[in-house]
T-cell receptor, first 113, second 113 residues
């Protein structure tokens, strides 16, 4: 039972570099999410995808893009990384409606120098 | 918009003592409420949720929470904590029928012998 798988687990970038964080779930969930976690700020929603083919902005979308490649996969792209994007990124998925619990991946620790 | 306030950033407690982690929310519409736990270097896991019905909700690992609509609170309690309960706890809210979960800033529970 893999659940939600995120890659990579760790990444160091230089300012201005780009990268894509990958996320895949094997639970046939409709909804997928990207959060960032920063000390003292909890988790903040970057983007989410309520269903395959749709994506919407969350609280902090600036500097990021997403792609819902298919029902299983939801990627997060940093086009030009900035030090302010140093954070721990979590992907999550859920069945459909808000009352269902979120299943989280184990996170990607990203440092932008 | 919805918001969540967790009043305590850190709660130290001795093993076998009771604990209460406080959560207050703000919303102009009906909401679902959740508590998630994050153990070191892991993603978040659902502890319990309130959707409707009984205001006292029981979750995993002996935790429970009480929904108080008049106080707009959803405090988490455990009558006797263990060392293994040391973790960060997040309260979260979402409007009913939507998929955007908003998290509080988290409370770090530190259990010592």
């Amino acid at each position: 039972n893999a659940g939600v798988t995120q890659t990579p687990k760790f990444q160091v970038l230089k300012t201005g570099q780009s990268m894509t964080l990958q996320c895949a779930q094997d639970m046939n969930h409709n909804s997928m999410y990207w959060y960032r976690q920063d000390p003292g700020m909890g988790l903040r929603l970057i983007y989410y995808s309520a269903s395959e083919g749709t994506t919407d902005k969350g609280e902090v979308p600036n500097g990021y893009n997403v792609s819902r490649l298919n029902k299983r996969e939801f990627s997060l792209r940093l086009e030009s990384a900035a030090p302010s994007q140093t954070s721990v990124y979590f992907c999550a998925s859920s069945e459909w409606r808000g009352e269902e619990k979120l299943f989280f991946g184990s996170g990607t620790q990203l440092s932008v120098l | 918009a919805q918001s969540v306030t967790q009043l305590d950033s850190q709660v130290p407690v001795f093993e076998e003592a009771p604990v209460e982690l406080r959560c207050n929310y703000s919303s102009s519409v009906s909401v679902y409420l959740f508590w998630y736990v994050q153990y070191p270097n892991q993603g978040l896991q659902l502890l319990l949720k309130y959707l409707s019905g009984s205001t006292l909700v029981k979750g995993i690992n002996g935790f429970e929470a009480e929904f108080n609509k008049s106080q707009t609170s959803f405090h988490l309690r455990k009558p006797s904590v263990h060392i293994s309960d040391t973790a960060e706890y997040f309260c979260a809210v979402t409007p009913t029928g939507f998929q955007k979960l908003v998290f509080g800033t988290g409370t770090r529970l530190l259990v010592s012998p």
